[in-house]
C-alpha cells in the first residue's frame, strides 16, 4: 500500500470516530434514546466533527515537509 492510501485511511478513521463520539454523546444526554429518535442537532454534530477530523488530519499528514519543518 503507498504512503498516500495510508493518509486517507488514517483520515477516515479519525472522522469516523469523532463520529462515533457525538452520536455516543447524544445518546448518553439522552436517557432512552435510541439511534432513530436522536435530535437532529446530534446527526449534524456528528456530519460536522466527522468531516473537521478527515479534513484535519487528510491536511496535517500531506503538509510538505518544507512547511512542516519550517514552523517555527
Do not use: C, H, R
Not at 436522536?38 to 518544507?66: E, H, K, M, R, Y
Request: proline share 3%.
Amino acid at each position: 500500500m503507498s504512503s498516500k492510501w495510508q493518509f486517507y485511511v488514517k483520515a477516515l478513521w479519525a472522522g469516523g470516530l469523532a463520529a462515533l463520539g457525538a452520536v455516543s454523546g447524544g445518546l448518553a444526554a439522552v436517557e432512552g434514546a435510541s439511534l432513530g429518535s436522536l435530535p437532529d442537532a446530534v446527526w449534524v454534530s456528528a456530519v460536522v466533527l466527522g468531516l473537521v477530523a478527515f479534513g484535519g488530519i487528510l491536511g496535517w499528514q500531506n503538509t510538505p515537509a518544507d512547511v512542516a519543518t519550517g514552523i517555527k
